[in-house]
């Protein structure tokens, strides 16, 4: 496999990443039109940590990690680390080493479609991750790949640039062009959440507040009692 690695791509502003970084995975998602996620196998080995950045791509041979040493020299600050295999693959393309030098160069985590080691090592660190597995797999460095292409995770395509959204509930990708906009949504979500909450708190139904009663009415359900539905079966 041949490939490329593209430099300097186009990012989102630091600033609606930043923005973006407020709001947990799933506001976010909600307010994309219930768009972005990546598949629920895609799991944090640390809880606790929400990151947000700018997604450096990586598209490897399974089993090889070579792309990953070329993609460090492309990331920078405020980038979150991308990287997926041609063909299914779980074995520990990422570990400690890779997470030290990107630390340096001011990544905030790594995504991965494939196998992640050396777990307790980058939870003492501090450097966050998500993969599809934990695996001790060694692997090689010997087949050319890409960086900063369009790849895709679970069918979730993902361009470089594009924000990168990770917490304990998984990952959502926010396209770089819909950023800001997305900010905004998120932010408008959070404010109706917000007041929901004080509502139930007050004890106020969800039935009630979301007009849920006429919605069980013309789905023909019924609220009949003890009595009567035993009687229909004594």
Not at 62 to 82: S, T, W
Not at 97 to 123: H, N, S, Y
Request: hydrophobic share 40%.
């Amino acid at each position: 496999m041949s490939g490329v690695i593209v430099t300097n791509p186009p990012k989102a502003d630091l600033k609606d990443v930043d923005a973006l970084a407020q709001y947990g995975v799933a506001t976010v998602s909600e307010a994309l039109g219930r768009t972005g996620l990546l598949g629920p196998e895609i799991r944090p080995v640390q809880q606790g940590v929400r990151v947000a950045g700018t997604a450096v791509t990586v598209l490897s041979w399974p089993g090889d990690n070579l792309m990953i040493h070329a993609a460090v020299e492309q990331c920078g600050e405020g980038d979150i680390l991308v990287v997926t295999t041609t063909s299914p693959c779980t074995d520990g393309l990422f570990g400690e080493l890779f997470a030290t030098a990107l630390k340096q160069r001011g990544v905030r985590g790594v995504v991965t479609g494939t196998g992640i080691r050396d777990t307790q090592e980058l939870r003492d660190m501090g450097f966050a991750a998500w993969s599809r597995a934990v695996s001790s797999q060694g692997t090689v460095k010997a087949t050319g790949g890409s960086v900063n292409v369009p790849i895709a995770i679970d069918g979730q395509g993902i361009r470089p640039g594009d924000v990168i959204l990770a917490d304990d509930d998984g990952v959502v990708v926010v396209p770089r062009q819909r950023a800001r906009e997305t900010a905004l949504k998120a932010e408008a979500r959070e404010a109706k959440e917000a007041a929901t909450r004080a509502a139930f708190i007050e004890g106020q139904l969800g039935l009630d507040r979301y007009g849920l009663r006429d919605t069980l009415k013309r789905l023909g359900v019924e609220y009949r009692s003890y009595e009567e539905c035993a009687g229909e079966t004594s």
